[in-house]
C-alpha cells in the first residue's frame, strides 16, 4: 500500500555532467528543483498512499533534495529515503530546517570504497556495502553484495575513500565558490568546443577531439 519513487542518476550527456560540477558551487541546481515539483505531482496523483522515495548516485541526492523541500503534506507521508552512493549537498542546504527534518528518514548506503557518495557535505550516518570492484568501479550498484535480503556490510571505508574524502573537502574550503564556478565553466567551455554532446561522442572521435581541445586549452589565460 505505498508507492517509490526512483530518480535516475546522471545520464551520458555533457551538460548532465556540468550540473554535478555546478553542485560545488551552485545550492539549488536544475534536476533538484524539477525532481521536488515531479514528487508533489506523483503525491499528488496517488493522494492515499504513503510514499518512498530513493535513487543512485545523483539520484539518491535529488532523492534527499526532493524529500527535504516537498510541500508539508507530502513531506508527512514519506515513510523512507534512500541515498545509494550519491553526493551531498553545499552547507548551506544541510543547515535548513527543511534537510534536518528529512534526515532521520533517510538511508544512505556506500561502498567501501566509495567516492561519490562521499562528496561535498553530509549530516546522515551511512551503512558500508561490500563491493566486488575497485576503486570508483564500485560505483556500479550491480557490484554491492546480497546475502538473502540484506546487503554484506562492512564496518569501515577503506584508506583510499578516507583520502579521496580528505582531499577533496581541503579542496572546497580552500576555493571560493567563485573561483570553483569559473574553474569549472572553463573546464566545460573546452570541452563544448568539441561539438560533442555526449561522453560518448567526445570519446568516439578521441584523436581530433583530443586536438580541438588543445588549441582551445593553449588561449586561455
Not at 548506503?109 to 563491493?131: A, C, D, F
Not at 573561483?179 to 561522453?199: G, M
Request: glycine share 4%; net charge negative.
Amino acid at each position: 500500500d505505498t508507492i517509490y519513487v526512483s530518480f535516475r542518476g546522471t545520464d551520458n550527456t555533457i551538460v548532465g555532467w556540468k550540473e554535478d560540477f555546478n553542485m560545488s558551487f551552485k545550492s539549488h541546481i536544475a534536476s533538484q528543483i524539477s525532481a521536488k515539483e515531479y514528487l508533489e505531482n506523483i503525491a499528488e496523483e496517488f493522494p492515499n498512499k504513503k510514499i518512498r522515495v530513493g535513487g543512485h548516485s545523483k539520484g539518491g541526492n535529488i532523492a534527499i533534495y526532493a524529500s527535504a523541500f516537498a510541500k508539508q503534506e507530502v513531506k508527512d507521508r514519506i515513510i523512507n529515503v534512500y541515498n545509494n552512493d550519491g553526493p551531498g549537498f553545499c552547507e548551506d542546504v544541510i543547515k535548513t530546517a527543511e534537510y534536518q527534518e528529512i534526515m532521520p528518514k533517510t538511508h544512505t548506503y556506500i561502498p567501501q570504497s566509495s567516492i561519490i557518495g562521499r562528496l561535498m557535505n553530509h549530516k546522515e550516518e551511512y551503512t558500508i556495502v561490500e563491493s566486488t570492484q575497485k576503486g570508483i568501479m564500485q560505483h556500479d550498484l550491480y557490484s554491492w553484495q546480497i546475502l538473502g535480503k540484506e546487503f554484506i556490510t562492512l564496518p569501515n571505508v577503506t584508506n583510499e575513500s578516507e583520502f579521496i574524502d580528505k582531499t577533496i573537502k581541503e579542496w572546497l574550503e580552500n576555493v571560493e565558490p567563485a573561483k570553483r564556478e569559473q574553474v569549472i565553466n572553463v573546464i566545460f567551455e573546452i570541452l563544448n568546443s568539441t561539438d560533442a554532446q555526449t561522453t560518448k561522442e567526445l570519446r568516439k572521435n578521441l584523436f581530433s577531439n583530443i586536438k580541438v581541445i588543445l588549441e582551445k586549452y593553449k588561449n586561455i589565460d
